[in-house]
């Protein structure tokens, strides 16, 4: 494995053994000691057919499936010739078995006035009653299944009803983080030709509005020159921020709804019928568009949520997952894992600071939240932002904690495991993908003893293992590639648009032959996420991060392609090579080096500081702020191969600051390119 270049600096021996229920409030653990894991694992690889068939009766269908499965690699097709409907299940199956009254969602706005922050509750029933009757506004502007509905807006619960009623008429959805630019929605509605746009005025974000229609119309403008028109735009009222109109193309929520019916039957989907586009990056050219299928995501995040948040109904939990609904983690576990689940699932609007660092505590304690699921790059600012926020406030609700998004290092699993889990609740570090479409390898609360820093055992129905090129397993301790052997209900179902990249991306890595499937080596049977890891002698994974050109910064993916080509771009910049650094809250961090040219090569430490914060800007416009560069540096040239490649892994040490740069750079085509980089000016 030396040509990857992994190399594990991580030893962590402390362990924890998972808590009694009592000790967290928990009624009981689903799963509750290794030897039920072990034999649910060992079942659901021996019998996937079995195991999942089993699960997948739990839920509603309008015509029960033939067969569970078939893999013909890549292609993997679940619960063939069923028909199920996911807001159906989400919804109405609540509502059908006579327990419409429950809590489906609990929402609280950002803007806390005099009486206290906004909180809406929403039952199965009103949740039903929303969604059909959006529904029906949809298919008045003429939506039909299989159309591509765009969605971006804030975290209001109309963005789930969106989500929902598309799934409710088999429109497929693609939502945009609200954090994103013109630019990204431009992209992401060219790709999947999408001509109806749903949003709000504005999003509250720690005490401003985010202008979410003006991008719109901006993106709408940009669009209609390139010759993509975009028939109706739908608007919901929120912050009643200044917008435009355009008569014609744009219509009130309000309105719309208002004079739709009540009434709107759920479409009877195939079990392969497309459920939603989700844009991720990859290591190279635009944002990958990547599909996800009704049945086979619906009893995966049904059967993940359920088990590794120890979901119980009507056991006063109240679940809560602090992403945006923008990114996968909101898709799989703020609506579809587990509105089926039938526990309350909170939303919230706005920003953990605001209007001061201890808002998710008060939030906990207000709602009484059971489960809490966060991102590391999150904890790592509440640990800056001080001890005293969470301990101002009554935890005690708290049963399972739950971190995604990037390895996260030990002292921030210990500081969450003491500050907010009291040392009482177990921590379930959850590693998975949007192409995953949910938890792949997760501690299960009640039975797996968890280690800071491991994300411990696959899920079931997971064949994880450590590998190198030629499929050959690494013994414990040896870094390497990271594979899943066989397929899974939610595996993405291909690249929108772009099959030779699904299978180049996805199903090429490993040159192996598995006699459990019929195709020979290509393209593989096995399916490759891109990220090294290894395991200890426990056979537990550790994750050690992305082995292609992704960065992964607070928990979100970007291509640093994306980057290099915002830079680019700009005027100023012929050339641009970016790479990740170590970032104390970020986790990862964004390093640009940039080659100006010469018209534009600034005059002076302070011309330098004004081109580097006009690149900052621009690259927030082309993309979001997210991916904003934390450091830029003007070079004369980049380091380059003799073949022409920038050397990538020597811009790494150079960002992350390593004095010696202690690699082989024999390939190097010019050796004073190195010196002076390091020279550059940083900041
Ligand atoms: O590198 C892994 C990292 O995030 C990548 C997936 O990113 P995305 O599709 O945006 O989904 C994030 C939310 C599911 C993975 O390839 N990653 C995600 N979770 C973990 C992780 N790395 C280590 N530990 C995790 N728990």
Redesign the pocket.
């Known amino acids: 494995m030396a040509d990857t270049g992994i190399e594990s600096v991580l030893s962590e021996n402390r362990v924890f053994d998972p808590p009694a229920p009592e000790a967290v409030g928990a009624p009981r653990w689903l799963i509750s000691s290794m030897d039920e894991y072990r034999a649910m694992h060992e079942r659901s690889l021996r019998d996937p057919e079995g195991f999942w068939g089993e699960i997948a009766r739990e839920l509603h269908w309008f015509q029960p499936f033939e067969r569970v499965l078939e893999f013909n690699p890549p292609d993997a097709r679940w619960f063939i010739g069923g028909r199920t409907n996911l807001c159906y299940n989400c919804c109405d199956r609540q509502v059908d078995a006579g327990l419409g009254d429950q809590t489906a969602i609990v929402w609280e706005g950002e803007p806390v006035g005099a009486d206290g922050p906004e909180i809406r509750r929403l039952t199965y029933r009103d949740l039903t009653l929303e969604t059909a009757r959006l529904a029906n506004a949809l298919k008045s502007l003429g939506v039909r299944k299989g159309d591509v509905v765009t969605i971006y807006m804030g975290m209001v619960p109309e963005l789930a009803i969106a989500c929902l009623a598309c799934a409710r008429i088999g429109a497929v959805h693609s939502v945009i983080f609200g954090g994103f630019s013109a630019g990204a929605i431009v992209d992401r509605v060219l790709d999947a030709d999408s001509r109806v746009i749903l949003t709000c005025d504005g999003a509250w974000r720690r005490g401003s509005v985010v202008p979410l229609k003006d991008n719109v119309d901006a993106a709408c403008k940009t669009l209609a020159e390139q010759g993509h028109e975009v028939s109706h735009v739908l608007t919901l009222r929120r912050c009643n921020n200044e917008i435009a109109w355009h008569d014609g193309r744009d219509h009130d929520w309000h309105e719309m709804t208002r004079n739709a019916g009540d009434e709107c039957p759920c479409e009877p989907m195939d079990s392969e019928d497309m459920l939603f586009l989700l844009y ?1 990056s990859g290591s190279t050219g635009k944002p990958k568009g990547i599909r996800h299928t009704t049945a086979g995501y619906m009893v995966y995040t049904y059967t993940t949520s359920r088990y590794v948040f120890n979901l119980i109904p009507d056991a006063d939990q109240v679940f809560w997952c602090t992403a945006d609904i923008g ?3 909101g898709h799989s576990y703020i609506i579809y894992g587990i509105l089926p689940n039938r526990v309350p699932t909170l939303m919230y609007e706005g920003a953990p600071n605001h209007p001061a660092p201890d808002r998710f505590w008060e939030i906990v304690e207000r709602h009484r939240v059971t489960q809490f699921y966060t991102a590391p790059t999150a904890i790592r600012a509440f640990m800056k932002w001080g001890d005293e926020h969470p301990a101002r406030h009554d935890l005690t609700s708290l049963q399972v904690l739950g ?5 996260i290092n030990p002292e921030a699993w210990m500081w969450y495991r003491k500050h907010i889990g009291r040392d009482r609740c177990p921590i379930v ?7 995953t479409g949910g938890h792949m390898i997760t501690p299960l609360p009640g039975a797996t003893p968890t280690k800071p820093g491991s ?1 411990t055992l696959p899920f079931f129905g997971i064949d994880a293992a450590i590998c190198d090129d030629e499929g050959n397993e690494l013994p414990n301790g040896s870094g390497g590639l990271l594979a899943i052997r066989s397929p899974w209900p939610s595996m993405l179902r291909g690249i929108h648009g772009d099959r030779e990249r699904f299978i180049e991306t996805y199903w090429s890595r490993f040159k192996v032959e598995d006699p459990r499937y019929p195709s020979p080596s290509s393209p593989s049977p096995w399916y490759f ?3 090294g890891a290894k395991r200890d002698s426990d056979g537990y994974f550790w ?1 050690m ?2 082995v292609d050109d992704v960065i ?1 910064v607070s ?3 970007l291509g640093t392609m994306e980057v290099e080509s915002a830079l680019v771009s700009h005027e100023a910049v012929v050339e641009a090579a970016v790479v990740g650094m170590p970032h104390e809250i970020k986790g990862t961090g964004i390093a640009a080096f940039c080659t100006l040219s010469p018209d534009h090569t600034p005059d002076g430490t302070e011309a330098a500081e004004a081109l580097k914060d006009a690149l900052r800007a621009h690259v927030a416009s082309e993309i979001g702020a997210i991916a904003k560069p934390d450091q830029i540096r003007f070079t004369d040239a980049l380091p380059k191969t003799r073949s022409g490649k920038i050397m990538r892994r020597l811009l790494r040490s150079i960002a992350a600051g390593e004095q010696e740069v202690n690699q082989d750079t024999t390939t190097l085509e010019d050796y004073s390119v190195l010196a002076k980089l390091r020279e550059s000016d940083e900041g």
């Open positions: 991720t990114w996968i983690t971190t995604v998004g990037e390895p570090d959850t590693w998975w993908q949007t192409e994300c996420p891109g990220d994750i991060g992305r992964n928990g979100h993916r």
